[in-house]
């Protein structure tokens, strides 16, 4: 879940990436928030396009990798389950409702 408490370690996973990730959740929140500082400059079909394109792009480092621990070393895999994760919150909360905008202004498909 990316909706992580508000708490200094958002801050230190603002300003330090994943090296400041201490579990899943937190790595999930590193991903929604680069999704959603992309999606907040220019909120459109096109940028969900584009963040959907990068996913994957953004992987740790040996030496963040060795900084997280969750019941042992997080593996390449829970990073990406956890971008997946990110990714499909995102898509239901904006671009979903981007959509449903679109479809009101533009007119259903049937």
Not at 47 to 64: K, N, S
Request: charged share 25%; net charge negative.
């Amino acid at each position: 879940m990316p909706f992580v408490p508000v708490t200094p370690n958002r801050e230190a996973i603002d300003k330090d990436g994943l090296n400041a990730c201490k579990s899943v959740g937190d790595v999930c929140y590193f991903y929604y928030r680069q999704m959603m500082d992309e999606w907040n400059r220019e909120p459109r079909w096109t940028t969900a396009h584009i963040i959907y394109r990068r996913l994957g792009d953004i992987q740790p480092t040996l030496a963040e990798t060795s900084c997280l621990w969750l019941n042992g070393k997080l593996s390449k895999d829970d990073y990406m389950v956890a971008e997946s994760l990110a990714w499909q919150v995102f898509f239901n909360l904006h671009v979903m409702n981007y959509e449903h905008k679109k479809r009101a202004e533009n007119g259903d498909i049937v």
